[in-house]
Structure formats: C-alpha cells, structure tokens
C-alpha cells in the first residue's frame, strides 16, 4: 500500500478490530505488520492498555509519526521498549526482529496479497506468537479490480495479486502451518470514482496495474467503480509443544517428556 491508499488500511484495520471484539485474549504484545499512523493504533490501545505495540512499518510510513501516534493514544507506551523494523527488512531477511514465542497477538492488515510467500509469513507469525497467541489478518482477494481485466489501453499493464488466494486457500494454509481453529470471512467493497485519474491513482496504491502517461481519449474507456474482494481471517497459536513429524519422523520437545516411576510390589 501506498500513501494515496491509507485511509482504505485504517478503514479495513477497524473492521479487524471490531471483529475481534468476541474474542478473549489478553495481550502483553503486540506486533502490527506492516504499521502505519492510523486509527487503528487508539483502538489497540483502548483493547489492551498495558501493551507494547511493536511495528513492521511499511515503505513511506514515517516512524516518528507512528512513534507520535502511538505516544498520543497510549502515554505510557513511551516509556515502554518496542522493537521496530521495516517491512522492506523482513522481505530481505525473511524474519521479523523478534524472539521466538513473543508477542500474543499479530494484527496484518492488507499486506498478504502483495507477498510472494504467504505460507513463510504464516511460519514467522508462528514462530514469533507466544502458546495461545493469535494471528488476525485481511488481504485482499483474486476479485479484486475485476472490472479492470477487459481493458484494452495499451498505457495500462494490468496486474495479477502476487498472491491470489481465496479465503479458502488462506484456511487450508492455516491448517497445514498447525494454526488452531481458523475462521475465515469474506466481503465486497465498491469504490466508485468520479474522475479517471483518480481511479488510476488508487489501481496504482493497490498494484494492480502499471500506468504510463495516459492521453485523454484513452482514459475515457476506464471504469467508474472497482470491486475490492477483502478477506478477514484469525487462527490461534495453540500445541506449539507438540511433537512434530517431517519425513515420518516424529520430533518431540525435550521439555515434553517426563519420566514416570513406578514403585515396588509390596
């Protein structure tokens, strides 16, 4: 996501929350990836008081603001020591800058659609969440922009999600990473534009198409309205301690066996 865009992730970050509303958790951390200065950082702050909110920020998203945002929703949380990194520093590393079993809640907002991996950021969610953490995410969905696939503008170079996935996909996904009790959910947004060029700006922020500069007579073929398929989901992180098979071995955390005595016949 790109600047022009972020009042889409603030809008889509609120439903998250306000869907997490029936769920208990308590959280002493919480990593937001990617984070950015918007209203979901009041609500987070207003659902669990005492956390340090740690942040994956994204390209273009000013650390101080997120900093200043944080300060203003929460004072305490200046006082508090959060890891912060870039989310151009996880795609190269492949890892957040977290121990393991560290935070108690992951909250993704619009990100998983742009990555090339999913399953790898489902394996680093559940590596970095501690036992009984959650995982809450949204992306959007292979319907996204449907209206734009019948274009024929040679200054327009549509593209695919780099992840497609469906909410069904998302959840066999979940299952596969040994994420507890998956619920998906799915709903359709209508952006309608009145101009073209703000249509263009928008396709661009979502990266569903390259444009290069355009003449008149051929933005008059776009669309007045896009489709956004946005699909919400939230697993827990629950038997991180049990044995593991690959390869039909079984692997069992030391910390998992016992020994059991057996006294004497009388």
């Known amino acids: 996501m790109t600047q022009p865009i972020r009042w889409l992730q603030d809008e889509i970050a609120t439903r998250m929350l306000q869907k997490l509303d029936i769920v208990k958790l308590i959280a002493k951390d919480v990593l937001v990836v990617p984070d950015f200065p918007g209203e979901h950082l009041a609500i987070l702050a207003k659902r ?3 956390a340090c909110i740690h942040s994956v920020t994204e390209e273009g998203a000013s650390c101080f603001q997120i900093w200043r945002r944080k300060a203003i929703a929460n004072w305490r949380s200046i006082f508090r020591s959060v890891k ?10 492949g890892r957040f800058n977290l121990p393991d079993n560290s935070v108690d809640l992951v909250l993704s907002v619009l990100l998983l659609q742009d990555l090339a991996d999913p399953k790898h950021f489902l394996q680093e969610c559940r590596r970095v969440l501690r036992e009984g953490g959650l995982i809450a995410f949204s992306y959007l969905g292979p319907d996204t922009g449907k209206e734009l696939r019948d274009l024929q503008i040679s ?7 780099l992840s497609p996935w469906d909410m069904h996909d998302m959840g066999d996904a979940l299952v596969t990473e040994r994420f507890s009790d998956p619920v998906m959910d799915m709903e359709y947004l209508t952006l309608d534009y009145e101009k073209p060029a703000l249509l263009m700006a928008d ?3 979502l990266k569903l198409a390259n444009i290069a500069t355009t003449s008149s007579n051929e933005i008059t073929n776009l669309p007045q309205k896009i489709t956004l398929e946005v699909v919400y989901g939230h697993a827990w992180a629950i038997g991180k301690h049990l044995a593991k098979t690959k390869d039909h071995v079984a692997y069992i955390d030391p910390n998992q066996i016992g020994r059991k005595t057996r006294s004497d016949p009388a």
Request: proline share 4%; charged share 5%; hydrophobic share 40%.
């Open 48 to 50: 669990f008081p005492n």
């Open 84 to 93: 912060t990194n870039t989310l151009q520093g996880y795609l190269q590393a």
């Open 155 to 161: 200054t327009i170079q549509l593209k695919n999600l």
């Open 203 to 205: 396709i661009q922020a």
